[in-house]
C-alpha cells in the first residue's frame, strides 16, 4: 500500500492585496475540495519582487509532494519566477504583471509545467496584452474575461477554470 501523495496550492497575492483577498479565498475552498492543502503567503509590507520570491520559496521548502502556485498581479509574477526552482506542478496566474516596469525579466524557458493565465479585459493596471503574448510564447492556456484587474466580476468563471486546472493535472498526458 502506498502512501498518499500530499498535495499543495500555495498562493501570492499582489502589491497591494493580502492572503485573504476574495480572489485567494474563492479559490482557497477549491482548493481543498480537489484534495490539495491550501495556504497563503503574506507579502503585505514587503515591496521587493526578489524578497517575495526568497519568502515564497523558504515558505515551500518543506512541503512535500505536489506543488502548485497561484499568483495574482505582482503574485504572479513572482510564483513564475519560483515555479522552476521549487519544482510546481503547475501555475495558475491571474491578471499576471509578467512584463511591468521595474520588474527583472523573466528567464527563458525557465518553467515547464503546465501554466494556466486569466486576464480581464478592461485590465486598468495590467494591459492584457502582456497575458496574450506570455501565452502565446509558453503555450500556456489564456482565458480573457470580463473584467478588470482585481477580476471580481469573473470570479464564478475562475472558480470553474480553476477546479478544471486542477482536475485536469491529474489527467494522463495523451499520447502524440
Not at 42 to 56: A, K
Amino acid at each position: 500500500m502506498s502512501a498518499e501523495i500530499r498535495r499543495h496550492v500555495v498562493f501570492s497575492h499582489g502589491q497591494d492585496s493580502s492572503p485573504f483577498s476574495r480572489k485567494i479565498l474563492a479559490l482557497y475552498e477549491i482548493a481543498e475540495a480537489e484534495g490539495y492543502h491550501a495556504a497563503a503567503v503574506d507579502y503585505r509590507g514587503i515591496d521587493s519582487p526578489e524578497e517575495r520570491v526568497l519568502m515564497l520559496s523558504d515558505f515551500c521548502k518543506d512541503l512535500a509532494g505536489e506543488l502548485v502556485l497561484v499568483g495574482s498581479s505582482l503574485g504572479a509574477w513572482v510564483s513564475l519566477v519560483a515555479a522552476s526552482s521549487l519544482h510546481a506542478r503547475g501555475v495558475f496566474l491571474m491578471a499576471p504583471a509578467i512584463t511591468m516596469p521595474g520588474l527583472p525579466a523573466l528567464r527563458p524557458g525557465a518553467l515547464a509545467a503546465p501554466m494556466t493565465l486569466v486576464h480581464g479585459w478592461r485590465d486598468e493596471v495590467v494591459p492584457c496584452e502582456q497575458s496574450i503574448d506570455f501565452a502565446r510564447a509558453h503555450g500556456a492556456s489564456l482565458h480573457l474575461v470580463e473584467s478588470d484587474h482585481r477580476l471580481h466580476d469573473a470570479l464564478p468563471l475562475i472558480r470553474d477554470l480553476f477546479q478544471y486546472f486542477l482536475v485536469e493535472l491529474d489527467l494522463p498526458v495523451p499520447l502524440e
